[in-house]
T-cell receptor, first 110, second 115 residues
Framework: EDQVTQSPEALRLQEGESSSLNCSYTVSGLRGLFWYRQDPGKGPEFLFT???AGEEKEKERLKATLTKKESFLHITAPKPEDSATYLCAVQGYNFNKFYFGSGTKLNVKP | ETGVTQSPTHLIKTRGQQVTLRCSSQSGHNTVSWYQQALGQGPQFIFQYYREEENGRGNFPPRFSGLQFPNYSSELNVNALELDDSALYLCASSLDRGHSGNTIYFGEGSWLTVV
């Protein structure tokens, strides 16, 4: 069965301290891997879509990369406003369904 | 701003009651999916509607049902509410059932508390 595992569950960083979030996945034919940001009490906000191994996408302090088994969300010199839960989702051959991980809760201290 | 709007934003129901949640899709999107997100968990797929027909369902019992209207807006209905139904219900719209990894855009959700 398609599955997504995110690690760590929670991450506390000092402002400016770079780090990476991991998303490991098992899917029957990857159509897309998605990263979302979710603030407390809000719906997920779209960040990136990655389609094939080796692909990279960047947006401000965030960079997402993809291999055949996992994706990383790299955060460079984070700021307190980057604090949120980051969700990873995959879409397989059963394209009408997105499988989400449980998320990584990021807290960036000033 | 995704253009996906949901109502109501918060509601409290009693166990055994029924609830209807509503969603208006992003303009031009013909596919709506509903997700349940329990506290501290990722969203779980409930079902998807494409051009007014159910187009896939997750592991949820039949008391979770839905509708999609000709203007592509949608409803989620839950009968015989249980305490474990307390969650954030998310509506997501996309184009053409999400083919080729089309991005799905979420609304802000409806918080349901069952007491």
């Amino acid at each position: 069965e398609d599955q997504v595992t995110q690690s760590p569950e929670a991450l506390r960083l000092q402002e400016g301290e770079s780090s990476s979030l991991n998303c490991s996945y098992t899917v029957s034919g990857l159509r897309g891997l998605f990263w979302y940001r979710q603030d407390p009490g809000k719906g997920p906000e779209f960040l990136f879509t990655l389609y094939s191994a080796g692909e990279e996408k960047e947006k401000e302090r965030l960079k997402a990369t993809l291999t055949k088994k996992e994706s990383f969300l790299h955060i460079t010199a984070p700021k307190p406003e980057d604090s949120a839960t980051y969700l990873c989702a995959v879409q397989g051959y059963n394209f009408n369904k997105f499988y989400f991980g449980s998320g990584t809760k990021l807290n960036v201290k000033p | 701003e995704t253009g996906v709007t949901q109502s109501p934003t918060h509601l409290i129901k009693t166990r055994g009651q029924q609830v209807t949640l509503r969603c208006s899709s992003q303009s031009g999107h013909n596919t709506v999916s509903w997700y349940q997100q329990a506290l501290g968990q990722g969203p779980q797929f409930i079902f998807q509607y494409y051009r007014e027909e159910e187009n896939g369902r997750g592991n949820f019992p039949p008391r979770f049902s839905g509708l999609q209207f000709p203007n592509y807006s949608s409803e989620l209905n839950v009968n015989a509410l249980e305490l474990d139904d307390s969650a954030l219900y998310l509506c997501a719209s996309s184009l053409d059932r999400g083919h080729s990894g089309n991005t799905i855009y979420f609304g802000e959700g409806s918080w349901l508390t069952v007491v």
